[in-house]
């Protein structure tokens, strides 16, 4: 079987990149080795993914975001930053500058994978092949062969690897990637509470854990807890009783009595760059390009950004006729996703770093960072417009 690009990995980018692909013309395999009935209604995984001004226009551009059912996006009206015992916040607030627009929106992962699957396969140009891997790629400067896990091959002009953070195709590749382990795990679930929520998400930076709620529609959030490994599984076998009064008691009832009403889903906290986004008519997206540590909430929105600009590159090379996967075509989308998201991912990781740091002078540090943080409009208005993902346009929102 020929097709002008296989996509190995039919996850949120991969499908992504696949539905930007509407309307080129250009033949796309996208490959998954989660069974068709997986993939086409993904089970709930914990993950709430805060979508940016930006993320919401490009799902709308690829017919996503209208499959996703209004009852189940939420606003995040604004957000604010807490330190260890401290009462004092900083707050990202969009709303005095820009009444009636919100922060961003929150959809569940399951949700937002379901809508690009349908956007994706609706399209004429995109063939699924579920329930199989991608064992092996061979490219040379003419053309690629992919090899599957059930011995059938595939040929391609182009193959895209969105294989997870993890991607096994980017190691067979050569392509190195810096991993920072954060040696801790993340809880994710949904817990209804006694108090409102006011659709304004909390991140706080507490001593020896770290807890976000993010506002769900009516009195629920998404609780997101973060420990090292070992504390975590304590908190994981704990039964829902325990656990109820655990996490109430470790959010010091700011939200009242919280209790679970979902599944409890665990990840480990790695974050990973990858050293190039491109071999031989080979290409990364998503998290196997750009692993997010998830405490800003980029993954998802850098991984739609990148699949958008590969694509609008290989669209523009097929309208002109010219070679899709040219060194130009590739390197200009590395150029570009490079730019756009190496200073938030080397921002993110150092204050990951800082905030789990619970030394004496890291702690006087972070304080000091988010007195001094809160005190400078530019640096709140730059993390605002950044939440909203819609750069200088809205630089002075906050
Ligand atoms: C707790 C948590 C919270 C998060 N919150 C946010 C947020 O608020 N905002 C945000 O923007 N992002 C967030 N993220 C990040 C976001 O979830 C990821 O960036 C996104 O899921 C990455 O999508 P992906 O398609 O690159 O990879 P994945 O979701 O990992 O999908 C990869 C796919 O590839 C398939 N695959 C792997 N290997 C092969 C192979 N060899 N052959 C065939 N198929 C293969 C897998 O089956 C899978 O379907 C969060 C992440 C976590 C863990």
Redesign the pocket.
Known sequence: MHFDIVV???????LSFAASLGGSGLSVAV????DATSLADPPFDG????LTHLSLALLKEIGAWDRIPAGDISEMHAARVLNGASTFAVNFDPRRRRPGTPLGHLVA?HLIRRAVHDAAVALPEVTLLAGV??ARVETTARGATVHLSDDRSLTARLVVA???RFS??RRRQGIPAKMLDFGRV?L?CRVAHERAHSHIATEWFDYGQTMATLPLNGNASSFVLTLPARQMDEVMAMDTETFDADITRRYRRRLGAMHLVSSRHT?PLVAVYAQRFHGTRFALV???AVG?H?VT?????F?LLGANTLARGIKDAARRGVDIASQTVLHDYEQEHRRATLPTYLATNATARLYVDERRPARMVRDVALRVGAVVPPFRQMITARLMGTGRRVADAA
Not at 8 to 14: C, L, T
Request: proline share 5%; hydrophobic share 40%; glycine share 18%.
């Open positions: 190995a990995g039919g996850g949120p980018a991969g490959v998954d080795k989660l993950r709430e993914i805060a992962n891997s991608v969105a294989d997870t096994e195709l993340m994710v990840y998503g998290d196997a997010m998830p909430a980029h993954g998802f929105n991984g």
